[in-house]
Nanobody, 117 residues
Framework: VLLVESGGGLVQPGGSLRLSCAAS????????MRWYRQPPGKARELVAH????????NYADAVKGRFTITRDNAKNTVYLQMNSLKPEDTAVYYC???????????WGQGTQVTVSS
């Protein structure tokens, strides 16, 4: 399993970014995908997840209405569109998936998002 994030960077408050996560090494269309983030000095937290078919999503309260998770199963890629960014969104953002039997979780290397003027 390989997950490679891209699209991070420095953006001003109120701006937008779109993160991408390219997946390989597994049947992407069969797996739930998740975005996590880890702010400086804090624990990693779940931001959003999307089911295998792309028709069910869920978001952390802190990002509801501002972030949108989508996926393109033909391209083996999951996206996180981030709008109205705030300084508190500054974090390393990670792509994640998991499987059962036994439970195993997989992580990308992360991409830095910095929201600052």
């Amino acid at each position: 399993v390989l997950l490679v994030e891209s699209g991070g960077g420095l953006v001003q408050p109120g701006g937008s970014l779109r993160l991408s996560c390219a997946a390989s090494g597994f049947t992407f269309s069969s797996y739930t995908m998740r975005w996590y983030r880890q702010p400086p000095g804090k624990a990693r937290e779940l931001v959003a997840h999307i089911n295998s078919g792309g028709d069910m999503t869920n978001y952390a309260d802190a990002v509801k209405g501002r972030f949108t998770i989508t996926r393109d199963n033909a391209k083996n890629t999951v996206y996180l569109q981030m709008n109205s960014l705030k300084p508190e969104d500054t974090a390393v953002y990670y792509c994640n998936t998991f499987r059962f039997g036994p439970y195993t979780t997989y992580w990308g290397q992360g991409t830095q998002v910095t929201v600052s003027s």
